[in-house]
């Protein structure tokens, strides 16, 4: 079913820092999983994806990491700035179908 | 590229009445479409999947004589919010992919839509 969270988690960083949001997924059938991050008053912006196949895949400033024993994802942003403060989703996509879930998400606030 | 519109971007209503949402692929055809809802400090749901030519797919729970969906073309779907009443004041938001199945949805910038 849909995984829809009652509160936004939120994590905080300094600017420069790094930032890892995690994510557990429901579906250990989903073969392909994507990164979101969403503005306030905006939809959603695509930001890395991964298949089932790999457990890591780079990107600019941003790593996603899978690892399907345990359904987790995360998504690393290497020296976090005040523009990606944001509410980050991740997305699970089941094999065969077209449809995505999207998971809780998670509210980055990058302190100045 | 790979741009979707959704208008109108609010919308403000009377309880009783329906509203309309459209919802664009402005540079690629899709023959699917999807419709989630998204209430403050939630994620997003999936209501529906707009299929090109047919009828849709409505998610469990999901009334579809309430909100109605209409695919007509390949670059068009529109959701109407039928009597729409107070409960159903929430952010809208259409996507759809111009690539294979395994391959990420581009979203439109949502609608906002509170009944009053």
């Known amino acids: 079913g849909e995984s829809v969270g009652l509160h936004l988690p939120t994590l905080s960083v300094q600017e420069g820092d790094n930032s890892i949001i995690n994510c557990a997924y429901s579906?250990?059938?989903?073969?392909?999983f994507i990164w979101y991050k969403q503005e306030s008053g905006k939809g959603p912006q695509f930001i890395i994806d991964i298949r089932s196949n790999m457990d890591k895949r780079q990107g600019q400033r941003v790593t996603v990491l899978l690892n399907k024993t345990v359904k987790h994802l995360s998504l690393q942003i290497a020296a976090t700035q005040p523009g990606d403060s944001a509410v980050y989703f991740c997305a699970e996509h089941l094999g065969g179908y077209q449809k995505v879930t999207f998971g809780t998400g998670t509210k980055l606030q990058v302190i100045p | 590229g790979a741009v979707v519109s959704q208008h109108p971007s609010w919308v403000i209503c009377k309880s009783g009445t329906s509203v309309k949402i459209e919802c664009r692929s402005l540079d690629f055809q899709a023959t699917t479409m999807f419709w989630y809802r998204q209430f403050p400090k939630q994620s997003l749901m999936l209501m529906a999947t707009s299929n090109e030519g047919s009828k849709a797919t409505y998610e469990q729970g999901v009334e579809k004589d309430k909100f109605l969906i209409n695919h007509a073309s390949l670059t068009l779907s529109t959701l109407t919010v039928t009597s729409a009443h107070p409960e159903d004041s929430s952010f809208y938001i259409c996507?759809?992919?111009?690539?294979?199945?395994?391959?990420?949805?581009?979203f439109g910038n949502g609608t906002r839509l509170t009944v009053t």
């Open positions: 579906n250990s059938a989903s073969d392909y």
């Open positions: 996507s759809a992919r111009p690539g294979a199945t395994d391959s990420p949805l581009h």
